[in-house]
Structures are given as structure tokens and as C-alpha cells.
């Protein structure tokens, strides 16, 4: 059975398969303080089943018609010190996002609905982000004379151009999943009848998947920033080395070349 954690997310664990999923439905999925403890702690869980190899793949998703309205305005409006309570929400949501994105194992988000403000932060925080083609994405916050959060300020810089970026950012232009997927902001778009079944046709590739590759590649993409070009020739060859030698590389060569289908651990 799932675990609910401050009645805001589940966390489930089922064939290696870490689920976080938001709940909250009838808020919209609104990111307050509670949204917040609960994804820092979901994060803090998948971290250690994974490090464990009880998880192979995390799939963080949504319930209902949305995935995340964003921040709620009327706790934040109410509080005796707004500044105070926004700060500890996102230093929350924060340490959340930063644990699934040091995941050595494969995150795949689940874009259902609507994602507004920092529920597109967490929208986009898998390696692997696949949105139904009519769900719309939209900051928000300079409508409310506010700055982005959740990592929106690294995450849509980093995906597409400066200009593009400016327009969501300044104007909040709403996008469409579609139109998502073609600018590179997500990895694919999808009509929504066909979303679940695409989530997990990529979810099962990716646990037959060899894990240790898998790990490494991603590693390796999310360092190369911080490296010079032959800095990174250096890793790359110094890795694939290692892997070629090692259970699952020798199981993929050799797989190869019988031309059979390779039996990772």
C-alpha cells in the first residue's frame, strides 16, 4: 500500500519501481508548507531505496485534471510574516528537487494537466519528462510580481533558447505539452489517452535497462558542464573502460554478438 506523507504525496515501491505522486486534489495540488515537507521526505525515501537497489526507476506524478497549480498564494497572503513562510516552503521543495536530481537511478515526470509556477519546477524535474500534448505549462509568477522558483531559472535556460525562455518568464506565455516537446522543454509529448501507457512502456525499458550504464550516463551528462571538452574525453574513456569490464558490460557485449537480448542484473 502506499504510504501517505502529510496528506500531500504518496510514496510506493513496487517492482523496483519508486512512485511519488501528488494528491492533494483538492487544493489543485497547491504547493504549501505541508507539499513541501512531503516532498523533501519522498525525495529522502526514493534516495535510500535507491541507494539500496530496491528502486531501479522513480516516476513522480500527479492525480487529478492538474499537475500543480503552483504555490498557495492564500497561505503565503495569510501569514503573519509571508517572506518567513515562502522562504520554508521552497527551502523545502528545494532540498526535494536537489535529492531527485542527485538519483544515480533514472526520475521520469509525469506531466497530467496543468503545471503553473513551481509545479512546473517539479514537473520538470525528471531526466526523462513526458507530458500529455494538451496539458499547458505556465510560470506565473512575475503576474503576481513574484520570481521563479524550484529551479525554473536553471532547469528552462539550460533546455532552450534565451529568448524563449524570456517570454515564459517575462510574459507567462502558456504553452501546450506539444508545443513543449517541439521547443525541448519536455522529452515528448503525448495525446493524454495515451499517457499512462507511454509512461510505462519508457518506465519498463528502463528497468530492463543495464543499471550501472544507466547510472554512469547520467552522471556523466550531469557533470559535463562543469568540464572542459578533453576533461571529459578523459571521463567518458575512463568509464566505458570500467563498464567493459564489468558484469553488465560483459553481458551486453556479449549479448551483441549472439544477437540475443542481454539479461542485466
Not at 525515501?45 to 522513480?58: K, L, N, Q, W
Not at 535497462?209 to 552522471?219: M, N, P, Y
Amino acid at each position: 500500500m502506499p504510504e501517505h506523507i502529510h496528506d500531500r504525496i504518496t510514496y510506493d515501491l513496487v517492482d523496483r519501481v519508486a512512485r511519488i505522486e501528488l494528491v492533494h486534489t483538492r487544493a489543485h495540488n497547491s504547493l504549501d508548507r505541508q507539499m513541501g515537507r512531503a516532498l523533501r521526505t519522498a525525495a529522502d525515501m526514493a534516495a535510500a531505496d535507491a541507494a539500496r537497489g530496491d528502486a531501479r526507476v522513480v516516476v513522480v506524478s500527479a492525480q487529478g485534471r492538474v499537475f500543480s497549480v503552483g504555490g498557495d498564494l492564500a497561505e503565503f497572503g495569510s501569514a503573519a510574516d509571508r517572506g518567513a513562510a515562502v522562504k520554508a516552503t521552497a527551502d523545502d521543495l528545494h532540498a526535494g528537487l536537489a535529492a531527485l536530481r542527485a538519483l544515480d537511478v533514472p526520475v521520469v515526470s509525469v506531466i497530467n494537466g496543468t503545471a503553473a509556477g513551481g509545479g512546473l519546477g517539479l514537473a520538470l524535474s525528471g531526466d526523462i519528462v513526458i507530458a500529455a500534448a494538451e496539458a499547458k505549462l505556465v510560470l506565473a509568477y512575475t503576474a503576481s510580481g513574484l520570481t521563479p522558483d524550484c529551479g525554473l531559472t536553471w532547469v528552462i535556460p539550460n533546455r532552450i533558447s534565451w529568448v524563449r525562455a524570456m517570454d515564459l518568464v517575462l510574459t507567462n506565455r502558456v504553452v501546450t505539452g506539444a508545443e513543449a516537446a517541439d521547443w525541448g522543454l519536455v522529452s515528448r509529448a503525448v495525446p493524454s489517452e495515451q499517457l499512462a501507457t507511454v509512461v510505462e512502456s519508457v518506465v519498463a525499458t528502463l528497468l530492463d535497462g543495464a543499471s550501472d550504464a544507466l547510472a554512469h550516463a547520467k552522471r556523466l551528462m550531469a557533470e559535463s558542464a562543469g568540464r572542459t571538452l578533453t576533461a571529459q574525453l578523459d571521463q567518458e574513456s575512463s568509464t566505458i573502460a570500467r563498464l567493459i569490464a564489468e558484469t553488465d558490460g560483459i553481458e551486453g557485449v556479449d549479448a551483441f554478438l549472439a544477437k540475443r537480448t542481454p539479461s542485466y542484473r
